[in-house]
Structure formats: structure tokens, C-alpha cells
Nanobody, 121 residues
Framework: QVQLVESGGGLVQAGGSLRLSCAAS????????MGWYRQVPGKQRELVAS???????NYADSVKGRFTISRDNAKNTVYLQMNSLKPEDTAVYYC???????????????WGQGTQVTVSS
């Protein structure tokens, strides 16, 4: 059984910062890509940032220069440092990972339960 557990969401004023964490646990064999998505009611879930095992990163244009994704491979954890937050960053943020387990040695996609980020103006 694999779990992705997010933490670090909350309420912050515009211009402030938050750091999200997502720890993957279970019988993990290998993790390829990890990333963060966000979703607001009535809209599709969108990619915020992703990072592959080699460290290459990808960001949505709307967060470039403000958000930084990183990962600790030893801890199977991905982070999202969010600076200069704007009200339009308000959303539920979901962790995502492509990983294989000791039982299933092929990559599958997993999602966390989501954490709310609210930015007040």
C-alpha cells in the first residue's frame, strides 16, 4: 500500500510564503517523477510544478520565479516552496508521484489527498 501525505497548507496573506511537503510511504521500490497540482472548484486540475529523479524541474508559467520544487530522495519527499503568494494561488494542492513498488515493479501514478492553500488579499 502506497500513501502520499501532504502537509503545510493553510491561510496566508498576499505576498506571504508557505511550504508544502509530501511524503510517500509504503513498499516503494523507485520513484520517477513527483509533482504538485492544484484545483479550484469548477476548474480542471492543473500542473503547478514537477521534478524528475534526475532533478530536472518544470513549472507552470503562472508560478515561475515564485515557487520552487525540490525533493529529498532519501526521504521520498517532495517540497513546494511558495513565495510571493497571490489570491489567485488559492486552491487545493495535490501531490502526485510516478512510482513502482516492491510488488509491482512498473510505474503507476498516485495522488495525495490534497491540502488547502488560501491566500487572502
Amino acid at each position: 500500500q502506497v500513501q502520499l501525505v501532504e502537509s503545510g497548507g493553510g491561510l496566508v496573506q498576499a505576498g506571504g510564503s508557505l511550504r508544502l511537503s509530501c511524503a510517500a510511504s509504503g513498499t516503494i521500490f523507485s520513484i520517477n517523477a513527483m509533482g504538485w497540482y492544484r484545483q479550484v472548484p469548477g476548474k480542471q486540475r492543473e500542473l503547478v510544478a514537477s521534478i524528475i529523479s534526475g532533478g530536472r524541474t518544470n513549472y507552470a508559467d503562472s508560478v515561475k520565479g515564485r515557487f520552487t520544487i525540490s525533493r529529498d530522495n532519501a526521504k521520498n519527499t517532495v517540497y513546494l516552496q511558495m513565495n510571493s503568494l497571490k489570491p489567485e494561488d488559492t486552491a487545493v494542492y495535490y501531490c502526485n508521484a510516478d512510482l513502482s513498488t516492491l510488488v509491482e515493479r512498473w510505474y503507476r501514478n498516485y495522488w495525495g489527498q490534497g491540502t488547502q492553500v488560501t491566500v487572502s488579499s
